[in-house]
Every structure is written in structure tokens, then in C-alpha cells.
T-cell receptor, first 112, second 114 residues
């Protein structure tokens, strides 16, 4: 079983819908990342969280350390949001400069 | 600032051949990571350099993989000889040494072994 589990694996939405992607992890962490990968493209870091909530434009990321759970929300979704969204964690035993453990990713498709 | 760059973007080689992937991290970033995604699986850690030293190479699959970072700048990952199961996308990432800094990823090298 992977230390980082994402759900759903695939998600199809209509433009304008509110989207939630979930991430659960089983290890103590010092930080959690949400990453985005477009088809054929590189990986872009969206958020790095260690507590609470962060917002950037239409994207919101939350984390509950006690429940070992994080969510990525997209408000007013748009076809250009179509991408793979990946949750990754940095284990608590490490501090800076530490490797990430990744979830399998969620393939999001937003239809016009 | 220039991002993390990887070369080549795509490589197709035959089983048994040798391939070398290159990663140029963001200037000044001491930490450099190699990761790999094979088809249908999650991205997995291969190794971590701090400057020119291997900090953690626990994710390297076997001794056919050799990573170097001479001078603490760019890094190479050599696969010799390549096997079919080595196909996948190889990502490089870098971060600076301050705590709580994110890793910046390159676009990856798609490696296809025929």
C-alpha cells in the first residue's frame, strides 16, 4: 500500500463546477505538496503546506495534520485546468532538502 | 531565474544500449533529486545530491544506474545497459538549502527502451 493515496484517480467535470481532489497519507510529514502536470509537460508546484489553508486564484489547498488528509479545491473550473494533479509529502523525519513521496495522481478533465 | 532544465526531452534506445540523462538545476540550488515515473505507477524517488555528495541513493533500482554531480552543478544519470523496464519519465528537481523551500521540477526526460 502506498504511503500517499489520492482520490479519485480520474475525474471529469463540466466547466464551472467546483472540484475537490483528496489526499491521505500514512506517515508523519513536515510538508505536503500539490503538483500539476499537463499532458507532455513538466511538473509545476502549486502549493506547499504544513498546516491550515492556502489560496491562489481559483485554487485552494487545505490540510488536516491530525487526520493526515489534504484536499485541493478548484472553483469555477475551466478546460485549461485539465491536467494530472499530484499530492506529494516530505516525511517528518527529514527537514530541508528531503525527498518526496508521491501519490499516483488524479487525472482531471474539464469539459466545455 | 532559469528553471530546472533536462536533456534530452525524449530518448529512444534499444535494450542493451547506454543512455545518459542530464539535469541542470536552478543556479545556487544545492539539493538535486532524481525521480522516475514508470507507466501506470506513481513517481518514485531515485536519489538526492547535496552539492556533489550523494545524500540518499536508496531509491536507485540497481547497479545499472549511475548518477553523478561533479562540481555540484549539473547532474547526469546513466543507464547501462538499458533494460525494457527502465522505460518511463525521469524527472529532476532542485531546491535550495533553506528549510521549507519547495522543490522545482524539470520537464522530464521520456525514456523509451525498445
Amino acid at each position: 500500500k502506498n504511503e500517499v493515496e489520492q482520490s479519485p484517480q480520474n475525474l471529469t467535470a463540466q466547466e464551472g463546477e467546483f472540484i475537490t481532489i483528496n489526499c491521505s497519507y500514512s506517515v508523519g510529514i513536515s510538508a505536503l505538496h500539490w503538483l500539476q502536470q499537463h499532458p507532455g509537460g513538466g511538473i509545476v508546484s502549486l502549493f506547499m503546506l504544513s498546516s491550515g489553508k492556502k489560496k491562489h486564484g481559483r485554487l485552494i489547498a487545505t490540510i488536516n495534520i491530525q487526520e493526515k488528509h489534504s484536499s485541493l479545491h478548484i472553483t469555477a473550473s475551466h478546460p485549461r485546468d485539465s491536467a494530472v494533479y499530484i499530492c506529494a509529502v516530505r516525511a517528518f523525519k527529514e527537514t530541508s532538502g528531503s525527498r518526496l513521496t508521491f501519490g499516483e495522481g488524479t487525472q482531471l478533465t474539464v469539459n466545455p | 531565474e532559469a528553471g530546472v532544465t533536462q536533456f534530452p526531452s525524449h530518448s529512444v534506445i534499444e535494450k542493451g544500449q547506454t543512455v545518459t540523462l542530464r539535469c541542470d538545476p536552478i543556479s545556487g540550488h544545492d539539493n538535486l533529486y532524481w525521480y522516475r515515473r514508470v507507466m501506470g505507477k506513481e513517481i518514485k524517488f531515485l536519489l538526492h545530491f547535496v552539492k556533489e555528495s550523494k545524500q540518499d541513493e536508496s531509491g536507485m533500482p540497481n547497479n545499472r544506474f549511475l548518477a553523478e554531480r561533479t562540481g555540484g552543478t549539473y547532474s547526469t544519470l546513466k543507464v547501462q545497459p538499458a533494460e525494457l523496464e527502465d522505460s518511463g519519465v525521469y524527472f529532476c528537481a532542485s531546491s535550495d538549502d533553506r528549510a521549507r523551500q519547495p522543490q522545482h521540477f524539470g520537464d522530464g526526460t521520456r525514456l523509451s527502451i525498445l
